[in-house]
């Protein structure tokens, strides 16, 4: 079940810090969708960092759903 798309949205309110906050939404081959992952920029960082988190995140969750996947298939 690869991830096919994802997205972020950066709140627009900025915290006191001067940070923000991301939501990231994932989807796989089957449309289920992953929106949990929510983290805070750090102040002056934007879309560079958000988008390299965003590609790290979706790697990082490819990851886990081919494990799920083979383990299913397999049987532990």
Known sequence: MPIVSSSYAIDAHQ??????????????????VYDGIIYKLPAGAGTTEADAFLAQHAASLDVQLAEAEAEALIGD
């Open 15 to 32: 915290q006191q810090d001067g940070g923000r906050y991301v939501r990231e939404t994932h989807t796989d081959n089957t449309g289920k």
